[in-house]
């Protein structure tokens, strides 16, 4: 017998998530439970929160900016709106789900007029894309591929005492110098995450990638050394 997800599976799922703590991180996320958390913070009109540390990103819910991030005892002790509930209720009971038909908000990134890719970009300008929430298992691949093991294993027992889930990631900022072009919030922008300056060879990539999507802007702020 096929399982066929009904509406209250999408919440439930995400709740079962949130059961864990009030930190999500991508590597939690699929497209199940981006569903579930849109209609959690449409139907508890509460909002996300985008944390950012090196490069590492996660999000929390929460009831608004700068409030306490909420794990799922404390979103189940606020009041739903039922008037929402059933809206999206009989939406799904058509077919519409979030980010699907482009009937209802999505929470996954929207594609781009020209769709560039997420990912790490090295200081001699070779770019590795990588997925969203993908970006801490690109990194370790990377470390692999380039050699950087043994520098990767002295970096990590050196930090090993500070709290982070993205120590591979940090090495390749904080180290070697790499930049990551993602998208934590799920929005559909482009953020490029960097810690040491950008070289010329990162700063004629960037130019590139944006004015190929048209936003001359943004790839303009890439043309003067030191101009980020």
Same mark, same amino acid.
């Given at each position: #017998?096929?399982?066929?997800? @009904?509406?209250?599976?999408?919440?439930?799922?995400?709740?079962?998530? *949130?059961? %864990?703590?009030?930190?999500? +991180?991508? =590597?939690?996320? @699929?497209?199940?439970?981006? !569903?579930?958390?849109?209609?959690?913070?449409?139907?508890?009109?509460?909002?996300?929160? +985008?944390?950012? %540390?090196?490069?590492?990103?996660?999000?929390?819910?929460?009831?608004?900016?700068?409030?306490?991030? *909420?794990?799922? &005892?404390? !979103?189940?002790?606020?009041?739903?709106?039922?008037?929402?509930?059933?809206? *999206? &209720?009989?939406?799904?009971?058509?077919?519409?789900?979030?980010?699907?038909?482009?009937? +209802?908000?999505?929470?996954?990134?929207?594609?781009?007029?020209?769709?560039?890719?997420?990912?790490?970009?090295?200081?001699?300008?070779?770019?590795?894309?990588?997925?969203?929430?993908?970006?801490?298992?690109?990194? &370790?691949?990377?470390? &692999?591929?380039?050699? =950087?093991?043994?520098?990767?294993?002295?970096?990590?027992?050196?930090?090993?005492?500070?709290?982070?889930?993205?120590?591979?990631?940090?090495? *390749?900022?904080?180290?070697?110098? /790499?930049?990551?072009?993602?998208?934590?919030?799920?929005?559909?922008? /482009?953020?490029?995450?960097?810690?040491?300056?950008?070289?010329?060879?990162? %700063?004629?990539?960037?130019?590139? /990638?944006?004015?190929?999507?048209?936003? #001359?802007?943004?790839?303009?702020?890439?043309?003067?050394?030191?101009?980020?």
């Amino acid at each position: #017998m096929k399982f066929e997800k @009904d509406f209250d599976y999408y919440i439930y799922n995400a709740f079962m998530l *949130l059961e %864990r703590g009030n930190v999500i +991180t991508p =590597f939690d996320l @699929d497209n199940d439970r981006r !569903i579930g958390l849109f209609y959690i913070m449409s139907i508890y009109h509460i909002s996300f929160a +985008t944390y950012v %540390r090196g490069s590492w990103e996660w999000l929390s819910l929460v009831k608004e900016k700068g409030g306490k991030p *909420l794990d799922a &005892k404390e !979103i189940r002790a606020m009041e739903p709106d039922i008037e929402v509930y059933n809206k *999206l &209720k009989e939406e799904f009971s058509r077919g519409i789900l979030p980010g699907k038909n482009n009937e +209802t908000e999505g929470t996954k990134p929207k594609a781009t007029k020209s769709d560039q890719n997420f990912g790490w970009l090295s200081p001699t300008g070779e770019f590795i894309a990588s997925g969203w929430g993908e970006h801490y298992a690109a990194a &370790k691949k990377i470390i &692999k591929s380039r050699g =950087f093991e043994q520098e990767y294993r002295e970096y990590e027992e050196k930090h090993s005492s500070r709290h982070s889930l993205g120590f591979p990631g940090d090495f *390749l900022s904080e180290v070697k110098g /790499y930049c990551l072009i993602h998208n934590p919030t799920m929005d559909g922008g /482009y953020i490029v995450t960097h810690i040491k300056p950008h070289t010329k060879k990162q %700063r004629e990539f960037l130019y590139n /990638y944006f004015a190929e999507m048209g936003n #001359m802007a943004r790839a303009s702020m890439y043309l003067e050394e030191g101009s980020l």
